[in-house]
């Protein structure tokens, strides 16, 4: 579809999405994955990071951050327990953490995968060389999260300081599709100069890109950053924009995400009722969660918490959907 007509679908549902459009998500989530919701184990193992995102709780120039970095064996501790509660993949995350080198990273990623041949790795700790993904890769990584934040490049230069482009987040996406990964892209819904163009110009980026995943949430702010003042984006028009991104990317594997269940406490349930079909429950040591706060309030507690998966569960059945324990691969090839 032409950016424009995107925007026109975007401008028609910006005050949420109808019950035909719902419906449509729906039926097309139901004819590519069913009525499954495939789990992921969230582990976020440092929060120190050198980039100054301005929308982020842990960019580098927050100096009110408690920084830690979890060690390997925590790590794989961690790895243990979400294995025991029948976590089949395992999303490692964090701020760009120079500490963990290329080295450190594909160890960890190895001894995962020694101890748990059957679950899958996904990373998420950002822009690196296509050699570096390539290591990751060739020791054992399954995924890689990058999300491109937003497809417009004037907008991208508002939400990040000027040692970041869009041109080099589109081409780590590029080298990780093309080294074999599941990439996953995504943005925020209404981070501050967003507009119903940029949003078009999302649509039609991962049209472009065909991304195994979506990470698509809604901007909350975070006290201590430069955007504090702006408002959280609306429940109504992220619905919308996960509706859009199921029809358009029927295959896609689509979170509901730990912002939109923050943001609304139906939030979870109306992400389900509108295509999105993975959630990502926090595995991270219950000591250091409080720490990893990308914005203010950020839900770490009851049904975001993997220990509490029988309460997640009950709610996901009374959503009418089911948990589905397997690794959860994408079917975009
Ligand atoms: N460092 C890695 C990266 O850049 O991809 C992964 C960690 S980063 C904190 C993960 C995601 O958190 C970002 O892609 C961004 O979209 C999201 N995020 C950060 N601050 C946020 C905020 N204030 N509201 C909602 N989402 C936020």
Same mark, same amino acid.
């Given at each position: 579809m032409q950016k424009k007509e995107w925007a026109e679908q975007i401008k028609q549902f910006q005050n949420g999405p109808s019950q035909e459009l719902k419906k449509k998500a729906l039926q097309t989530r139901l004819l590519s994955y069913g009525r499954g919701v495939f789990l992921r184990g969230l582990i976020e193992f440092s929060n120190y990071c050198k980039n100054n995102c301005y929308y982020c709780g842990i960019r580098a120039g927050n100096h009110h951050v408690c920084r830690y970095r979890l060690t390997q064996q925590d790590i794989l501790n961690t790895c243990k327990k979400g294995h025991a509660l029948g976590f089949r993949t395992f999303v490692l995350q964090s701020g =760009?953490? @120079?500490?963990?080198?290329d080295q450190k990273i594909c160890s960890i990623i190895s001894q995962i995968k020694e101890m748990y041949p059957d679950c899958a790795i996904t990373l998420s700790i950002g822009e690196k060389s296509k050699e570096t993904y390539r290591a990751f890769f060739a020791a054992g990584a399954d995924r890689f999260l990058l999300r491109h934040e937003t497809a417009d490049a004037t907008h991208y230069r508002k939400l990040h300081p000027?040692?970041?482009s869009l041109e080099n987040r589109k081409k780590c996406l590029y080298d990780l599709r093309e080294i074999g990964f599941q990439v996953g892209a995504g943005f925020m819904v209404g981070? @501050?100069?967003?507009t119903i163009e940029t949003l078009a110009a999302d649509m039609k980026f991962l049209e472009e890109l065909q991304p195994h995943m979506v990470g698509l949430g809604p901007f909350l702010p975070h006290? =201590?950053? @430069?955007?504090?003042d702006f408002p959280p984006g609306s429940l109504n028009l992220t619905l919308t924009m996960l509706c859009l991104v199921r029809i358009a990317l029927p295959n896609v594997l689509l979170p509901a995400t730990t912002a939109l269940a923050t943001l609304s406490e139906q939030g979870r349930a109306l992400g389900l009722a509108c295509g999105a079909n993975v959630i990502m429950p926090n595995l991270s040591p219950p000591e250091v969660r409080g720490s990893?706060?990308?914005?203010?309030?950020k839900k770490c507690t009851?049904? =975001?918490?993997? =220990?509490e998966i029988a309460l997640l569960q009950k709610e996901v059945e009374n959503d009418g959907f089911f948990l589905d324990f397997s690794r959860g691969d994408s079917r975009v090839h």
């Open positions: =760009e953490d @120079p500490w963990f080198d000027d040692v970041m981070s @501050p100069f967003q006290k =201590e950053t @430069p955007f504090k990893y706060s990308l914005y203010d309030n009851g049904n =975001e918490a993997a =220990e």
